[in-house]
């Protein structure tokens, strides 16, 4: 056993009112987008128990809210002073103890919250989430960010690391290969998702040291995780597995050349559609299967990143979020607070550190967040 | 200066004469594609000054030919009792002299031709090139491939490595950003093309030690080098800069996933255009923009990737290439071929070796085709 004091012990049983924390002023859009997208994550769900604080500026948030009754019902504003901008150093969003996001994090290590969700500053985020809840075990130097992936199944698979580690060793991968499935699991509602380590090509010999370490400690067997074996980029979109795995570094890439390619390529039909008379009726008489389409790959859908291994749940999302994707991000909040996912990865996580005597390496391993708060 | 024994002095004078050697039973497809696709490379040219080397089964190769009298005029075969098969291993492939490969990268070595194409195992073409060619420079562990990349720029951008070295230090991301700049000169004729590396993030202290490294001592200026700083996934498709330098890692991992990711958007595209009868018709007023649009975003436009840093021009095209995506590797190697492409990467090699004191690192790296070998 491997385990962190823990700070924030968690019940297994679901908990009977689900409390979110909204960071209402993060993000581009503050309280405009934060509390429309809260409403419209609550209009979706049907369990009766959700409830809602808004940390910010109650002069800001009071007037958004009072437009939305039902939310108002179940919802609660902790007023702020303070905010956190999208610019803002990490180090010194650590220190301003009056911010929206410091509160927010705050309400869950108190266990007033049972997740929070923030669309602000990356670093911040990372930062004070590490600091104030603390990671579950020593060997997570720190949080995971994972994604939603659109796949041609027509599902969603799960990639992680997407950014916070730039360097990950077998250990640490192993780790977000746990870390995947339970996520994939409580939110995806697939109980034994498929992992795949992401790799130059699916033979044992491919790849670098790290790589071909994980996977030979996933092949042998660890508790747990369905181990598919090596994927390769091609294989996130044909959805070959439901998990992903990689480093920071490689995801993170991997991750916005996609986000490049599509939106290329969605430019190109786009401007093929346009380019003659002929074709613009056709595009015309094509709209409505085309507007179809579009909603269904609306990189909204997969908005809200887990930060994953923390004593707490807390789900990023993309800064520039408007309400109907910040919603899918509380949504994602959602699904993690009523399971009982974070007890999983702590159950997964001391069976595989007890039976492969893993320990992470004492080499400081970088972060992109970390970089920024030293 | 760290030159190995130079086994194929290069003349800075463009050849009077261009020969290319074709390993004709190279690929999916063999004669049927490397012959008709050598063809059409030779429609394409105007030079006058082509002839090329048809490596192969001649019983195969010669009804092929015949069908094709323009290039009958200014081809030989060269015939060949064997080949590689796709999926033939490396050590295996090293040790059998009578392939067509094998002869038609020796043609290369003793100056008979000025460049070989081969749509064959990747594996075999790597550990065949580097034993019979040799590595420019002590400094090269092993030849990186470069990939063309279109990008919304309407342009074609180049990518390396993506796939022979999966660990790459500061010293060997520099060679690539030599190399690069060499090559998008030679082929895509830009005289100073803008280089950037690829990254997490675009902040100095982004990302892992390597590019950290690299990134400095790019800052501080490499002869030769028009170096753009860190950039980041979505970059490459935005055509930010004309020569994007990564590990062979990420690079393949990269690659794979805009492939996947281009298929899958289009393939929703398709889907949308044949959801409904009202889309089919718009589909059908819309056919020749849209076929027009694939043309011009056929991966095959991007195809030929060479092997850089070897004392010699290979180029490797996709093994299922068809004929006109073939020609187009044709048409790298010629342009490598009639340009002072090897000259340029030695000269500015030998410079970023004087002028920085880079030198390698002892520890053996990994690689995709070396590990295959041993």
Same mark, same amino acid.
């Given at each position: 056993m491997s385990h962190s004091e823990d700070t924030h012990p968690q019940s297994i049983s679901q908990p009977q009112t689900v409390v979110i924390a909204i960071? %209402?002023?993060?993000?581009?859009?503050?309280?405009?987008v934060t509390v429309a997208g809260a409403a419209e994550a609550l209009s979706r769900d049907?369990?009766?128990r959700l409830r809602f604080v808004l940390h910010g500026d109650e002069a800001l948030i009071g007037p958004e809210l009072a437009k939305l009754p039902a939310l108002k019902a179940v919802a609660t504003i902790a007023h702020t002073d303070q905010f956190i901008a999208m610019d803002e150093k990490p180090a010194q969003a650590l220190r301003r103890k009056g911010t929206s996001l410091f509160a927010a994090i705050t309400s869950v290590k108190t266990r007033e919250a049972h997740a929070v969700v923030s669309a602000g500053n990356t670093g911040a985020l990372m930062a004070l989430s590490k600091m104030l809840l603390?990671?579950?075990?020593?060997?997570?130097e720190r949080p995971a960010i994972a994604c939603g992936w659109p796949n041609e199944k027509g599902g969603m698979g799960t990639v992680l690391? =997407?950014? %916070?580690?730039v360097t990950s060793d077998a250990n640490q991968l192993i780790e977000f290969a746990v870390m995947g499935t339970a996520f994939h699991r409580a939110v995806?509602?697939?109980d034994r998702p498929t992992v795949g380590l992401l790799n130059v090509?699916?033979?044992? =010999?491919?790849?670098h040291e790290e790589v071909r370490e994980a996977h030979r400690i996933l092949r042998e067997g660890v508790d747990g995780i369905n181990y598919h074996g090596f994927v390769e980029g091609d294989d996130i979109g044909k959805g070959t597995v439901d998990v992903i795995v990689t480093d920071g570094f490689t995801g993170n890439i991997a991750l916005k050349t996609a986000e490049g390619t599509a939106k290329f390529v969605k430019n190109l039909f786009k401007g093929a559609l346009k380019s003659t008379p002929l074709a613009m009726a056709g595009a015309l008489l094509a709209s409505s299967a085309l507007k179809k389409m579009a909603r269904s790959v609306d990189p909204g859908a997969a908005n809200g990143g887990p930060l994953l291994g923390l004593n707490g749940i807390v789900v990023k999302s993309h800064g520039g979020a408007e309400a109907w994707a910040f919603s899918n991000a509380v949504s994602v909040a959602i699904s993690l607070a009523a399971s009982t996912y974070e007890h999983d990865i702590r159950q997964a996580l001391a069976q595989v550190n007890s039976a492969h005597g893993l320990k992470s390496d004492t080499v400081p391993a970088d972060s992109v967040a970390d970089e920024k708060v030293s």
């Open positions: 960071d %209402a002023m993060g993000g581009d859009h503050g309280p405009r049907t369990s009766g603390k990671m579950m075990t020593d060997d997570l690391d =997407v950014g %916070a580690n995806r509602g697939k090509g699916s033979e044992d =010999v491919k790849g």
